[in-house]
C-alpha cells in the first residue's frame, strides 16, 4: 500500500467556519427532500443543529442561501436560492482542484 495525500477543506471568516464538508452535505440533502426537517433526519442530526448551522452560514455569508416556506395546510419547504447553489458550485471546484494533488502520494514511494 502507498502513501496518499490526505486533507480537509473549510471555509473560514475572521476565524469562524462559514462552509465545510458536512455542510455542503446539509445543503444538499435540502435540495434533494425540499425540506431541513427530512434533510436532519436523512442525515441523522436533529433538526435544531441543522437550523444552526444554517442560521451561522446565512450570518456569516452575509447573504440568505435558503428559500423557506412556513407549514400550513400545503405544507412548509426549503430550497436553496441562486446564492446557495453558487456556493455549493464554488464549494466543489475548490475540492475538484484539491484532489487534483493526491497524485503526489506517490512522490513518497520507493520502488
Known sequence: MGFEVK???WIERDGEVVFSSAREQLLKAIETEGSINKASKKLGISYKK????????EDRLGYP???????GVAGGGSKLTEAGKELLKAYEKIINECSKI???GDLFNKT
Open 102 to 104: 493526491r497524485r503526489y
Open 7 to 9: 486533507f480537509k477543506v
Open 50 to 57: 441543522a437550523w444552526t448551522l444554517i442560521k451561522h452560514m
Open 65 to 71: 442561501i435558503l428559500e423557506k416556506k412556513r407549514g
